[in-house]
C-alpha cells in the first residue's frame, strides 16, 4: 500500500484466465493503490502460469480447477476476501498443515477452510475450522476478528496492467459512503473490432429493466461495499454478471455512480477466438436481462442514482 495515512479498507479481486503475461503488472499497481491491503486472484482455469506469476507478485490465490467463468470467478475472490476477513489477527493464525498439497499457483488462505463450489483453496492446519459456505457471509455491520468492518471489494480485470492504478478513484465514493457501487468508465477506449451490439444490448436492457442510463454497461472495473456485492447475489450467470449487478443493485435502491479513469486494457481483436467471446458476451448479457423483468414501477418510484 503507498499512503501509510489512508486506513486499509478495500481488497481488489482479480479474475483471470491465461494472463501470464499481464498479470504480475496488474498486481504490483493494485497494491500500490491507498487503501489496499489485499488482492486475490482468481486463477479460472488456466493453462499457463497466471496463478504462480500472481503469487509471486505478492496476491493470494484461489484456482478453479475448470474455468467456470467470470460470475463464479468474483464470488470464489469475494468468499476469499470473507474468510480472510474473519481471520484472527497474525498471531493468532493456525500454521499451514506440514506438506499441504497445492497446485501450482494455489495458495493458502490462512486460517480458512476453503472456498466452496470446486476452488482450490488450501486451508490452514487440521484444527483450523472450516469457514461458512458461500451465502452465509456476514452482513456488512459484522466486525470481523480484528474489530473492523469487512473490506470494500475492488474487482479489476487481470490486463489492466501499469493503468490499475487509477482504480484509486473508483474507491473514493465508496469509502466516503456516497455511493454503494462504482462503475468505470474510460475516458480512453480502444476499440480493435468493436463489440458494439453487446453494448447496445446491455445499455438498452438496463434502461428498460431499471431507468438507469449506463455509459459503459459492461465495464467490470467496479467498487462495491460488501452490503452491496451481497444484495446481489447470486450474480448474473458469465459475462451477465456486470449488467445483471447494475440492475439488481440500483432496483435494490443502491446508490450506484460511474467515475471516469484513465485506464485501459487489451482491445478485443478479429479473430476467431474473438468473435467467440462476443457470442459467449451476447449469451450471456441477454440471459441476465431475460430473467429480469422490464421496469413496471412508476418514473418517480425509481430508485435514485448518481454520476
Same mark, same amino acid.
Given at each position: ?5 489512508? !486506513? ?24 500500490? +493503490? ?32 475448470? =474455468?467456470?467463468?467470470?460470475?463464479a470467478?468474483?464470488?470464489?475472490? &469475494?468468499?476469499?476476501?470473507? @474468510?480472510?476477513? =474473519? ?6 493464525r ?14 493458502? @488462505?490462512?486460517?480458512?477452510g ?5 476452488? &482450490? ?15 452465509? &457471509? ?5 466486525? =470481523? ?19 490499475? !492504478?487509477?482504480?484509486?478513484?473508483l +474507491? ?6 456516497? &455511493?454503494?457501487?462504482? +462503475?468505470?468508465?474510460?475516458?480512453? *477506449? ?6 458494439g ?5 446491455? *445499455?438498452?436492457? +438496463? ?11 459492461? =465495464? ?38 460511474e ?18 467471446? !462476443? ?8 440471459l ?15 430508485? !435514485?442514482?448518481?454520476?
Amino acid at each position: 500500500m503507498s499512503d501509510p495515512s489512508v !486506513r486499509p479498507d478495500t481488497a481488489v479481486i482479480i479474475p483471470a484466465k491465461d494472463e501470464a503475461d499481464r498479470i504480475a503488472a496488474t498486481v504490483t499497481a493494485a497494491l500500490a +493503490i491507498p487503501g489496499v491491503d489485499l488482492v486475490v486472484v482468481v486463477d479460472d482455469g488456466s493453462f499457463d502460469a497466471t496463478g504462480r506469476v500472481a503469487k509471486a507478485a505478492g496476491a493470494r490465490v484461489v484456482r478453479h480447477s475448470r =474455468n467456470r467463468g467470470k460470475a463464479a470467478a468474483m464470488e470464489s475472490g &469475494a468468499e476469499a476476501v470473507r @474468510l480472510l476477513d =474473519n481471520d484472527p489477527p497474525d498471531t493468532e493464525r493456525p500454521s499451514p498443515a506440514p506438506g499441504a498439497a497445492l497446485r501450482d499457483g494455489d495458495e493458502v @488462505l490462512p486460517g480458512s477452510g476453503g472456498v466452496s463450489g470446486g476452488a &482450490a483453496v488450501a486451508g490452514g492446519g487440521s484444527d483450523a475450522a472450516p469457514g461458512p459456505a458461500l451465502g452465509e &457471509a456476514a452482513s456488512s455491520d459484522a466486525r =470481523n476478528a480484528g474489530g473492523r468492518p469487512p473490506r470494500h471489494l475492488l474487482f479489476l480485470d487481470a490486463d489492466l496492467g501499469d493503468t490499475a !492504478r487509477a482504480a484509486a478513484r473508483l +474507491i473514493e465514493p465508496v469509502r466516503a459512503g456516497v &455511493a454503494d457501487m462504482t +462503475i468505470a468508465t474510460f475516458v480512453t *477506449r480502444v476499440k480493435l473490432g468493436g463489440h458494439g451490439l453487446v453494448v447496445r444490448l446491455a *445499455r438498452e436492457g +438496463i434502461r428498460r429493466a431499471c431507468g438507469w442510463e449506463a455509459t459503459q454497461p459492461l =465495464n467490470g472495473q467496479r467498487c462495491l461495499t460488501r452490503a452491496a456485492f451481497e444484495a446481489a447475489r447470486p450474480l448474473a450467470y458469465g459475462f451477465g454478471v456486470e449488467t445483471g449487478l447494475t440492475i439488481d443493485l440500483v432496483r435494490k435502491g443502491f446508490r450506484v455512480q460511474e467515475v471516469e479513469v484513465e485506464m485501459a486494457h487489451r482491445a478485443t481483436g478479429t479473430d476467431w477466438r474473438a468473435q467467440f467471446h !462476443r457470442a459467449r458476451q451476447l449469451r450471456d448479457v441477454a440471459l441476465a436481462l431475460a430473467t429480469r423483468d422490464p421496469l413496471t414501477v412508476p418514473l418517480k418510484s425509481r430508485p !435514485r442514482t448518481s454520476r
